[in-house]
């Protein structure tokens, strides 16, 4: 089953975490048995999911794994372990993906469902899309909304944005009750419904992706509380 894994650091110094960001990249480059795909992330505070939210203390891991022997393994030390020892917090959050539509850099990073059919227990959602740079600001004026009525979304337990960088590389991960409530907000509030219908006649991105996944485990804490 095809395992994936979500690695939240906070770290109380901003300078040092950009240059973990700058090595860490070179380490993903490696051969690393059983590894699909790797993404060093950036963190918003997911109230507007806009650039203003940019949060220079939070950093994230994704990871993507043939199974879980390698994932267990693990990603390089030499790129985990200065994370883990600078980390004030860490949160971790094992997946295994459900559904998965589109690209991100050019490739199916979660591949097709393998194993968590008929799973019943919480859920994750990962978006991410590389805007176009003259539709960014129709975008970002579109998100807000979407953002207040995620904040209060019933089964929401955890939103925050993710990027590669802050601006046109952007995205979101959120963990729900169930898959029921993902799907109440997605289909049933008015501003999310809005913002859906707008993307293909405003031609926000040049690149999207959306995946539910699995919630297998999850570890740690996130602003000092488990999600």
């Keep these: 089953m095809t395992v994936v894994d979500l690695r939240v650091w906070r770290v109380e110094r901003s300078a040092p975490a950009l240059a973990r960001m700058a090595t860490g990249r070179r380490h993903l480059r490696g051969r690393t048995p059983g590894l699909r795909f790797a993404k060093l992330l950036g963190t918003g505070a997911g109230v507007t999911f806009t650039p203003r939210d940019s949060d220079p203390h939070h950093w994230a891991l994704l990871t993507v794994w043939d199974d879980a022997a390698t994932a267990d393994a693990g990603p390089p030390p030499a790129l985990v372990d200065p994370w883990d020892t600078a980390a004030a917090e860490r949160l971790v959050v094992r997946m295994a993906p459900l559904t998965s539509r589109g690209q991100w850099s050019g490739v199916e990073p979660f591949g097709e469902p ?8 919480p859920i994750a959602a990962i978006t991410r899309a590389r805007l176009r740079a003259t539709r960014a600001p129709s ?89």
């Design 114 to 121: 393998d194993g968590a059919t008929g799973h019943q227990g």
């Design 139 to 227: 975008f970002w004026r579109a998100v807000p909304p979407v953002a207040a009525d995620l904040a209060r979304a019933p089964g929401s337990r955890l939103a925050i944005g993710i990027g590669e960088a802050p601006v046109l590389l952007q995205g979101t991960f959120s963990l729900w009750d169930s898959d029921r409530d993902l799907v109440a907000f997605a289909y049933r509030t008015a501003a999310h419904r809005e913002a859906v219908a707008r993307t293909e006649p405003a031609r926000w991105y040049a690149e999207e992706l959306f995946a539910r996944l699995a919630v297998l485990d999850v570890s740690g804490t996130y602003r000092g509380r488990t999600p």
